[in-house]
């Protein structure tokens, strides 16, 4: 299967900085990756799907300015989250699929707490 | 949207049971994903499956389609099973996965 890394793991940072969270394909060239976000004790959700060489798209009430998506080449995309705010803090986890429909290869997850 | 519901949300039992969590779901899909959530937050992917069933091991998943509803199934369950098991659900074109809120699975020896 593919492998898919998360850098940072952990991140804390204080209000009002902003976090890049880097999504890297190492085994595959990736031409649309997902970002999700889980808060604790609930579900994942969708927050944004990457796409190589033009723009995210992304998913019903997140900020578009707030969680930057740039998806650069095949094996990397990043979601920055500008201004980060206690209420950002969250696990946040990416997957990457060969195509629709088969399976997904989640990376480990970047945990972010905003003081 | 889809709503994916799971069943049950809490689950404990004792080493060697048979073990079987639900996914329901209320609007036709593609495929239907099966995941394993570790206390540290990774992801493993147990199944992908559109239709009939899958064995990998220990592990058994089924789907209806026509009821759309899913069950994964835990034979001969390890304590070391204990995790988060995860329903999630992808429609047509490239949109990514609709989750349940999971079960969390107990195996106590």
């Known amino acids: 299967g593919a492998v898919v890394s998360q850098h940072p793991s952990w991140v804390i940072c204080k209000s009002g900085t902003s976090v890049k969270i880097e999504c890297r394909s190492l085994?595959?060239?990736?031409?649309?990756m997902f970002w999700y976000r889980q808060f604790p004790k609930q579900s994942l959700m969708l927050m944004a799907t990457?796409?190589?060489?033009?723009?995210?798209?992304?998913e019903q009430g997140v900020e578009k300015d707030k969680f930057l998506i740039n998806h650069a080449s095949l094996t990397l995309s990043t979601l920055t989250v500008t201004s980060a705010h206690p209420e950002d803090s969250s696990f946040y986890i990416c997957?990457?699929?060969?195509?629709?429909?088969?399976?997904?290869?989640f990376g480990p997850g970047t945990r972010l707490l905003v003081l | 949207k889809n709503e994916v519901e799971q069943s049950p949300q809490n689950l404990t039992a004792q080493e060697g049971e048979f073990i079987t969590i639900n996914c329901s779901y209320s609007?036709?899909?593609?495929?239907l994903h099966w995941l394993q959530q570790h206390p540290g937050g990774g992801i493993v992917s147990l199944f992908m499956?559109?239709?009939g069933k899958k064995k990998h091991g220990r592990l058994i998943a089924t789907i209806n389609i026509q009821e759309k509803h899913s069950s994964l199934h835990i034979t001969a369950s390890h304590p070391r099973d204990s995790a988060v098991y995860i329903c999630?659900?992808?429609?047509?074109?490239?949109?990514?996965?609709?989750f349940g809120k999971g079960t969390h699975l107990i195996i106590q020896p």
């Open positions: 997957s990457v699929g060969r195509q629709v429909r088969e399976t997904q290869y």
């Open positions: 085994d595959f060239q990736a031409t649309t």
């Open positions: 990457s796409n190589e060489g033009s723009k995210a798209t992304y």
């Open positions: 609007v036709g899909i593609s495929a």
């Open positions: 499956l559109s239709s």
């Open positions: 999630a659900v992808e429609g047509g074109g490239a949109d990514g996965l609709t």
